[in-house]
């Protein structure tokens, strides 16, 4: 028998007939719809809180999902790991390398790993594109792209090979293999095999394959791969082969674990390979194991977009706080607007709906606008996915996949019954005998209170992002403004490879006479350094090598004066082309354990470099400065004069030129290095580089502070139209008594002070207490300053006034006449 209207269902499934549910559905759903358009203020607040916050929501969630999927999409990453080093000289120092010959000797005595590979990365080089004949055809500049690796490198790393084959390509020396998107980059839609590379003027390596292109979601920033093979006649930059002393950052070693091989076994098995090669240093240096799933979240040892997995998690929770917020802000206004319903629900009632049918219309509302809300906000965070990548620097995809839409779903799902339940019970409750009376449901509509506690936990929430906003911009404001120990206004970085002796004064004295170059200085870095290279020394007449390492930071005589390094002790380095003496920074001086700065100049110090060492007095010591920023201390560093390592010029312009070197400058420039591409970097923008991270997290709680204090203000809306509602008639008797609107308004702004501040007693202890954990992350910060926390309440006050003014002014200016008629 077909269900119907009059009759029951008499098929096997009996009450629970799909049939009969869709027909009794179809009602609850008209109903909904016509009452939604009849209350077109109601569903637009509603509909514009829950969309800001699932909306914010989906953008976080594309941003978290994008971090965990880093190299995820390789098939043996679970036993892919990187060998780092970990160095302890006074301190612990992360090092993102290992020892160049390390890989060898694991091949050679640790046979029960699958596959072990070296690669080292060469930064900031220039390819020249050679055409069939030879010719130059075009120069790129590649910073991080170009990497040595040995075969075995392609068989732990899973690449796609669109022509050859690793064993095959880059078995020979001088032969290279590319990606597709640097094949066309280089040579167009022309055949890349067969083709010729020329790097740094030095070295020419023929293309035999071509790789794709890599994903977004990887560490790997290799593109351009030469054989390992070619290093047994090239002079790379990087550490000798067979050093064990000197450790690179750009020097990896891969290794493909067995199954059920663990990184614990893996480093026990280096401690026996450290302890037989280089036992000299294993009081203060170790080997450690770095997983591959774990490189992106390695703030220690990943040199790219890392992010740490606390980040993440806090990122989960400010999503679910905004949504949690968002429901907040649905019960505030679906129960003030449940006072406007109540003849409707008494007559619905006498008629004969049962408080269950009453229940069950509401969360079908519900379930229409939280519908409405995530479909609008799926465009709003499809219109705002440009932003956020260019907030974090972070191509975020757009995914709408399976586990999206399940997401989603599990948004809607979640906010609808956990929103729509408590306004649901709240109709649900109405008596029609009361209603129908003209008698205000109070008791029906629930406890005022619960609506202010909801209201405080809003209000809350809002100022915690608030102040979270003012400390992290504090914080990078301080960095930014205060002084790191060195010039940087109006310096500017240009590359400049190593040049006869007489050249390099030939260029020098041409530059120095150009109009708005005021100084300028050949060195290996400018002093905010984003890598160090490090080298074991002797002092003095000690017997053994010192238990720490310093980073050299060769540098001409002009590098000191240039930069307004200060000098605390001797005096400047001498002008020279080779080592003649050195500078060491107070830090070092304390590693010595020497006493004073005085005590150390006219010492001799014997630093090595490779297969070479160096001696010489120690001339003077420089004040330390923050050459990677404030969050980290300072290491220990030696300055020197040595032409054959400068890789910079260093231009101190005017501060008319803007920071921009003069036409003449590139001009002079083309004419020593004709074939490399002219550059020039900011110092002031090296410096702002290293708190991308912390500016990224700052975006991040600023858009989260801002939907929050959106949807808050939408929940105070709702909860003023409640109470102006509710006290209606009150508010009615007053002005006829001689109340002023004054009054009445401050009876308003009195009952949101009392929130607002409750609401801040709870915020206050809790967000300052999260943000100073924050901040001790840092080797310099800020305090957390009584004014952050007055500006906190004063913003959210405020903010509060505007939002609840309207409504106070419109209420206490009405006639009173409608309010003590109306039943």
């Known amino acids: 028998m077909p269900c119907t209207r009059t009759a029951p269902c008499a098929c096997t499934m009996g009450r629970y007939c799909s049939r009969r549910i869709n027909y009794q559905m179809l009602p609850h759903l008209l109903y909904a719809l016509r009452m939604l358009r009849q209350h077109p203020a109601y569903t637009a607040l509603n509909v514009g ?19 965990q999927s880093f190299d995820t999409y390789q098939p043996q990453a679970a036993r892919i790991c990187r060998l780092v080093t970990e160095q302890r000289y006074g301190g612990i120092a992360y090092n993102a390398g290992i020892p160049t010959p390390v890989g060898p000797a694991l091949r050679r005595e640790v046979p029960w790993l699958r596959a072990v590979a070296m690669s080292i990365g060469q930064a900031d080089q220039y390819v020249r594109v050679l055409g069939v004949a030879g010719q130059l055809e075009a120069t790129y500049a590649e910073d991080k792209a170009v990497a ?28 290279a293999v590319l990606t597709r998107r640097l094949a066309h980059r280089y040579f167009g839609a022309a055949n890349p095999l067969g083709r010729c590379l020329r790097l740094n003027n030095s070295l020419e390596v023929q293309v035999t394959g071509v790789l794709g292109d890599l994903p977004p979601n990887t560490d790997q920033p290799y593109e351009l791969f030469i054989s390992y093979a070619t290093l047994r006649y090239y002079q790379h930059a990087g550490t000798p082969l067979t050093s064990w002393e000197q450790v690179s950052s750009q020097t990896h070693a891969w290794v493909l674990l067995p199954p059920g ?25 170790r080997y450690r194991v770095l997983p591959l799933l774990a490189q992106h979240f390695s703030a220690s040892y990943n040199e790219g977009r890392y992010i740490d997995r606390a980040t993440l998690q806090v990122l989960i929770l400010i999503g679910a706080l905004l949504v949690l917020t968002a429901g907040v802000n649905f019960v505030n206004l679906a129960t003030a607007q ?16 049962t408080s269950r049918r009453i229940f069950w219309q509401f969360m079908t509302e519900t379930l229409l606008l939280v ?25 975020v995809p757009l995914q709408l996949d399976g586990a999206a839409w399940l997401f989603l779903a599990g948004l809607v799902t979640l906010v609808t019954l956990g929103a729509g339940w408590y306004p649901g019970r709240v109709l649900a409750g109405f008596r029609p005998a009361q209603v129908l009376k003209g008698q205000a449901p109070t008791l029906a509509a629930g406890g005022l209170w619960v609506r202010r506690g909801l209201i405080v936990a809003q209000l809350a929430l809002s100022q915690g992002f608030v102040l979270a906003v003012l400390v992290m911009f504090q914080q990078l404001t301080v960095w930014l403004t205060a002084d790191p120990g060195f010039a940087s206004r109006d310096r500017v970085l240009l590359p400049a490879r190593p040049l006869r002796p007489a050249v390099f004064r030939q260029l020098r004295q041409e530059l120095s006479q150009v109009p708005g170059v005021l100084d300028l200085s050949f060195c290996s870095d400018v002093p905010a350094l984003s890598t160090i290279n490090t080298s074991p020394f002797a002092y003095d007449h000690r017997a053994a090598r010192e238990p720490f390492l310093l980073a050299r930071l060769p540098a001409d005589a002009q590098y000191v004066p240039l930069f307004g390094l200060q000098l605390v002790g001797g005096h400047n380095l001498p002008a020279s082309d080779t080592v003649r003496g050195y500078l060491l920074n107070e830090t070092a001086v304390r590693h010595l354990g020497v006493g004073s700065p005085q005590a150390v100049i006219g010492h001799h110090l014997s630093l090595e470099n490779g297969d070479e060492s160096s001696a010489g007095p120690i001339l003077g010591v420089v ?4 050459y990677q920023g404030f969050q980290n201390e300072s290491v220990s560093l030696v300055l020197y004069t040595n032409r054959t390592e400068y890789r910079a010029l260093t231009l101190h312009l005017a501060p008319s030129m803007g920071g921009t070197p003069p036409p003449a400058v590139r001009a002079i420039w083309h004419r020593y290095y004709p074939n490399q591409l002219f550059s020039s970097t900011r110092l002031a923008d090296v410096l702002a580089g290293f708190y991308d991270r912390e500016r990224q997290q700052l975006a ?27 006290r209606a008639r009150e508010i009615g008797i007053r002005k006829i008594f001689g109340a002023r609107p004054w009054q009445i308004i401050a009876s308003f702004v009195g009952e949101f002070a009392g929130l607002l501040v409750a609401a801040f007693l709870v915020a206050a202890p809790l967000a300052g207490w999260l943000m100073q954990r924050w901040l001790v992350q840092f080797d310099t910060h800020i305090s957390l300053s009584p004014w952050l926390f007055g500006a906190t309440l004063a913003g959210t006050a405020a903010l509060t006034l505007l939002t609840i003014g309207y409504l106070t002014l419109r209420a206490a200016l009405a006639p009173p006449a409608p309010a003590l008629r109306a039943k």
């Open 49 to 67: 809180g829950l969309v800001l916050a699932l909306a914010c929501s989906l953008l976080l969630y594309w941003f978290v999902r994008f971090h």
């Open 148 to 175: 040595f690796v040995e075969p075995a490198y392609f068989s732990i790393l899973a690449y796609h090979w669109q022509v050859g084959t690793a064993a095959r390509a880059l078995r020979r020396p001088f032969t």
């Open 261 to 285: 091989g663990t990184p614990a076994q893996l480093e026990k098995a280096l401690m026996a390979l450290h302890r037989a090669h280089f036992p000299a240093t294993l009081g203060n240096q």
């Open 338 to 353: 449940a006072l406007g319903r109540g003849r409707e629900i008494g007559v619905r009632r006498t008629v004969g709906a």
């Open 371 to 395: 519908l409405a809300a995530a479909g609008a906000g799926l465009v709003l965070a499809y219109a705002g996915l440009p932003g956020l990548r260019g907030w974090t620097d972070a191509p």
């Open 623 to 626: 004040r330390d400065w923050r």
């Open 700 to 726: 991040i709680v600023r858009l989260a502070a801002l939907t929050a204090i959106a949807v808050g203000c939408l929940g105070l809306y709702g909860l003023i139209a409640f109470l102006a509602q509710r």
